[in-house]
């Protein structure tokens, strides 16, 4: 999987440790949805502003939230042109706010890191299809989830309270 990082605030310093963790963790959701090696997807960390707007804008919801995800699938019916070499399938985008996933990491107990790699996680399974509307798909979702965040040692039975 390709995947891409950008960091468009400063309210927050994302490590290399981070970095590592996210890719390591949409890594494993690739693997267990069989994804091609050429698949993309872009992450970017914002600020509570920025998501806000976005949020505004894209879905109605006039407040921050923590993970928007934007599906860019460019897969079509069509035999795509070949320019030099294997054709990428951009998936989309996920975009995560800083600021909500720290409050989120406060207030669940746990570490920014396992928020961030989480709300990534979360975000890359919205552009595959799943969702949370609900009760029946928000278990299979969490438990989807949980099955990549174990396999980088995140998930909550990890975690020490």
Do not use: W
């Not at 960091?7 to 490590?15: E, P, Y």
């Not at 963790?21 to 494993?28: E, F, K, M, P, S």
């Not at 979360?122 to 969490?142: F, I, S």
Request: hydrophobic share 40%; charged share 35%; net charge negative.
């Amino acid at each position: 999987m390709i995947i891409t990082l950008e960091n468009d605030q400063d309210k927050l310093q994302i490590s290399e440790e981070l970095e590592q963790l996210l890719t390591a963790g949409l890594n494993v959701v690739a693997r267990l949805h069989s994804l091609s090696e050429r698949t993309e997807v872009d992450i970017t960390i914002v600020d509570d502003e920025e998501i806000h707007m976005l949020n505004r804008d894209y879905r109605n919801v006039d407040r921050p939230t923590d993970v928007l995800s934007f599906a860019l699938d460019e897969e079509s019916e069509e035999e795509p042109e070949l320019l030099g070499g294997p054709e990428e399938h951009l998936l989309g985008d996920i975009i995560i706010s800083a600021e909500t996933a720290s409050r989120q990491a406060e207030e669940f107990g746990h570490g920014l890191e396992r928020e961030i790699v989480y709300l990534a996680v979360h975000g890359l399974l919205h552009l595959l299809g799943y969702d949370h509307m609900t009760d029946e798909d928000k278990a299979v979702m969490r438990a989807k989830e949980e099955e990549a965040l174990r396999e980088i040692r995140l998930s909550e039975e990890f975690l020490v309270h």
